[in-house]
């Protein structure tokens, strides 16, 4: 992705952009939980590749987390029901 960051023209990866996502998600993570957040489970949709999973990965790690697993999302939610029936 090519934007304008500090009056410059940056270019940045998928990769990069979606671990700046994640570091957002991990710092209001911690805020709630008043807890440093270190290891993590990411839902991604069922018909993601190896390849963009493998890229989703990547991203946690940019964000400086652990990710445990990649779970589809259709089970993240089975087990979202489960645990708050």
Do not use: H, W
């Amino acid at each position: 992705l090519q934007v304008m960051y500090m009056e410059e023209e940056r270019v940045f990866s998928i990769e990069q952009v979606t671990g700046m996502l994640l570091t957002k998600l991990k710092e209001t993570a911690e805020s709630a939980l008043k807890k440093p957040v270190a290891d993590c489970v990411i839902s991604v949709p069922s018909f993601f590749t190896d390849a963009e999973r493998r890229s989703v990965m990547d991203a946690a790690q940019i964000a400086g987390l652990n990710c445990l697993r990649l779970m589809n999302d259709t089970t993240a939610v089975t087990l979202a029901y489960g645990i708050y029936k």
